[in-house]
């Protein structure tokens, strides 16, 4: 099984700030990684796929970017519905996913 | 614009069964995977089944193989989770999700609100 690792587990930070959160694979995955954002008591909401495409309707503070395995999702201005918890996911093995652990960014 | 509404949660003792549902509209639902994904509370998310846009083909995580069986009604645009043989552990709010209109690769575009379940004494 593919496993997930994010780092940092939760972090604070401020409005405006850049905020950089990183995913590890324990295997090459290429670019078969989505990133997601969950704000409290909501569902999942998909925000990059295949690494580094935003997905439509997304903000372009958003971005990705890696390949194999270690990946990276930056937020290049945090702004106040930012602050949520993020989650990778690997779709190498798709349709059977594994998701990172999750990071949460509150407020500093 | 597409909707997807789970109904069918609660609470169920250690044993038994409740049969989720995953209502979709705005879409196309045949020609679309589905998902479940679910999440204890305070946890992070873990896939559980996913279902071929034709139902035939069907995957699921090792720890519900044989209690919990996915199926779809592609003429009420509808899917399902029968869920037996309940334990603690299942215990979360449940989620389905769409695969991605590109590609079942690029993750899941659309997820319902959840459903919560509760297995208890």
């Known amino acids: 099984d593919i496993q997930m690792t994010q780092s940092p587990s939760s972090l604070s930070a401020s409005v405006g700030d850049r905020v950089t959160i990183t995913c590890r694979a324990s295997?090459?995955?290429?670019?078969?990684l989505n990133w997601y954002q969950q704000r409290p008591g909501k569902a999942p909401k998909l925000l990059l796929y295949g690494a580094s495409r935003l997905q439509s309707g997304v903000p372009s503070r958003f971005s990705g970017s890696g390949s194999g395995t270690d990946f990276t999702l930056t937020i290049s201005s945090l702004q106040p519905e930012d602050f949520a918890t993020y989650y990778c996911?690997?779709?190498?093995?798709?349709?059977?996913?594994?998701f990172g652990q999750g990071t949460r960014v509150d407020v500093k | 614009q597409v909707q997807l509404v789970e109904s069918g949660g609660g609470v169920v003792q250690p044993g038994g069964s409740l049969r989720l549902s995953c209502e979709a509209s705005g879409l196309t639902f045949s020609s679309y995977g589905m998902y479940w994904v679910r999440q204890a509370p305070g946890k992070g998310l873990d896939w559980v089944t996913f279902i071929q846009y034709d139902g035939n083909d069907k995957y699921y995580t090792d720890s519900v193989k044989g209690r919990f069986s996915v199926s779809r009604d592609n003429s009420k645009s509808t899917l399902y989770l029968q869920m037996n043989r309940l334990r603690v552990e299942d215990t979360a709010v449940y989620y389905c999700?769409?695969?991605?209109?590109?590609?079942?690769?690029?993750?899941?575009?659309?997820w319902g609100q959840g459903v919560l379940v509760i297995v208890s004494s």
């Open positions: 996911q690997q779709s190498h093995s798709s349709p059977q996913w594994t």
């Open positions: 999700a769409k695969e991605h209109e590109y590609a079942n690769a690029w993750g899941a575009d659309h």
């Open positions: 295997q090459s995955i290429s670019n078969s």
